[in-house]
């Protein structure tokens, strides 16, 4: 099992650019939330999908938007990018059960926006 | 409010003990969790507790849970320097989404 993977890895745009990242989930859960952690700070949740829809969404503007798959893999997509948009973004994937013994991060992508 | 705090740095020699503390706000937490999170990394999930337990041991851990004054620690037995981290606690919400402290950044001196 690979666990909950990302793509990709790092990520170099520029302001006013779209960016779009991935995210697989672990084998058997379906339910799929990103997060944002700045420098410094801890991850703040920017929504969760879970049967294709958006289930709850945190203090994001509409800027952040996302979809998910029937394979339960995730994108979340971020329009007109702005330099605080600077972050390691983080998909977290839990189990059909409510997820709530079990939380699974993968390694994250990392955005830089010039 | 719905902060979650964590002092932000600690020090312990090799071998000694860690303790690391958390406090949340929100009652409606159901679980509890710390992850760890190395440099350039992501987040490994290293325990967690359920909000009706008081403690929890897992090898080298231990989750102690603090319901009444919504406080949570973390005790690391026999730290190692491959424990140096930020260490990061978590309350699970209603709406099934994780709220994180900032993070308390453990260094291990040999």
């Known amino acids: 099992d690979a666990g909950v993977t990302q793509s990709p890895t790092h990520l170099i745009k520029t302001r006013g650019q779209q960016v779009t990242l991935r995210c697989s989930p672990k084998?058997?859960?379906?339910?799929v939330s990103w997060y944002q952690q700045a420098l410094g700070q801890g991850p703040q949740f920017i929504f969760q999908?879970?049967?294709?829809?958006?289930?709850q969404r945190g203090n994001f503007p509409d800027r952040f938007s996302g979809h998910q798959f029937p394979n339960y893999s995730s994108e979340l997509n971020v329009n007109a990018l702005l330099l605080g948009d600077s972050a390691l973004y983080l998909c977290a994937s839990s189990p059909p059960d409510g997820g709530g013994d079990e939380q699974f991060f993968g390694p994250g992508t990392r955005l830089t926006v010039l | 409010g719905e902060d979650v705090e964590q002092s932000l740095f600690l020090s312990v020699r090799e071998g000694d003990s860690s303790v690391i503390n958390c406090t949340y706000t929100?009652?409606?937490?159901?679980?509890l969790y710390w992850y760890k999170q190395e440099p350039g990394a992501g987040l490994q999930l290293l325990t967690y507790?359920?909000?009706?337990?008081d403690m929890k041991q897992d090898q080298r851990l231990t989750v102690l849970l603090n319901k009444k004054d919504k406080h949570l620690s973390l005790r690391i037995a026999d730290t190692q320097t491959g424990d140096s981290a930020i260490y990061f606690c978590?309350?699970?919400?209603?709406?099934?989404?994780?709220?994180f402290g900032t993070g308390t950044r453990l260094t291990v001196i040999p």
């Open positions: 084998s058997g859960h379906d339910t």
């Open positions: 999908y879970y049967e294709e829809e958006e289930r």
């Open positions: 507790i359920f909000s009706n337990m």
């Open positions: 929100d009652s409606s937490s159901t679980y």
């Open positions: 978590a309350d699970l919400r209603r709406a099934n989404n994780l709220f």
